[in-house]
T-cell receptor, first 110, second 112 residues
């Protein structure tokens, strides 16, 4: 993988849905991931999708993958203040090599 | 199940000094990664181990950085001598099969 691009900031109101977008470049990616990072902490794996899938739902999280456009999105339903964090998109290929985006800072306003 | 452990959590050194970071992965995880995360950026892979062998160290600045994973478990990452641009968070991650990665809390290094 060469490059993973994300928008830098997203601000939503509590209770709304959040959609975080990501584009990647390596068509040989096998898995695509979403990680969450809170201040002073490491990255927490939220969810992932295999490259032959279009959608994956996991409780409040929905991942959509458009392989033709190399576009990945993460939708968080009913966003809460505890969801405020930096969200990283990552692609993995080959022998578990990963490339991460620079993160999207999600701010949830009460 | 215990997570990935790292120490120290914080380190402040002067440029040209040396520093070492330690990582203990999740038990049974064969793959271990060291990442450098500069403020405002995503993690950048420095080195990947499979058991005690190196899979990828193409992004490791080998003139000053070194890493080892003795006995295929714990790992240490060393910087000698440190430069101002090495100020970052150093993250260790481990993986059972090379896909889902579990991260430690990181070591925040400040070089003055």
């Amino acid at each position: 993988g060469e490059d993973v691009e994300q928008s830098l900031f997203l601000s939503v109101r509590e209770g709304d849905s959040s959609v975080i977008n990501c584009t990647y470049t390596d068509s040989s990616s096998t898995y695509l991931y979403w990680y969450k990072q809170e201040p002073g902490a490491g990255l927490q794996l939220l969810t992932y999708i295999f490259s032959n899938m279009d959608m994956k739902q996991d409780q409040r999280l929905t991942v959509l993958l458009n392989k033709k456009d190399k576009h990945l999105s993460l939708r968080i339903a009913d966003t809460q203040t505890g969801d405020s964090a930096i969200y990283f998109c990552a692609e993995t290929w080959g022998a578990g090599k990963s490339t991460f985006g620079d993160g999207t800072t999600l701010t949830v306003k009460p | 199940e215990a997570g990935v452990a790292q120490s120290p959590r914080y380190k402040i050194i002067e440029k040209r000094q040396s520093v070492a970071f330690w990582c203990n992965p999740i038990s049974g995880h064969a793959t271990l990664y060291w990442y450098q995360q500069i403020l405002g950026q995503g993690p950048k892979l420095l080195i990947q181990f499979q058991n005690n062998g190196v899979v990828d160290d193409s992004q490791l600045p080998k003139d000053r950085f070194s890493a080892e994973r003795l006995k295929g478990v714990d790992s240490t990452l060393k910087i000698q001598p440190a430069k101002l641009e090495d100020s970052a968070v150093y993250l260790c991650a481990s993986s059972l099969q090379g896909y889902e990665q579990y991260f430690g809390p990181g070591t925040r290094l400040t070089v003055t």
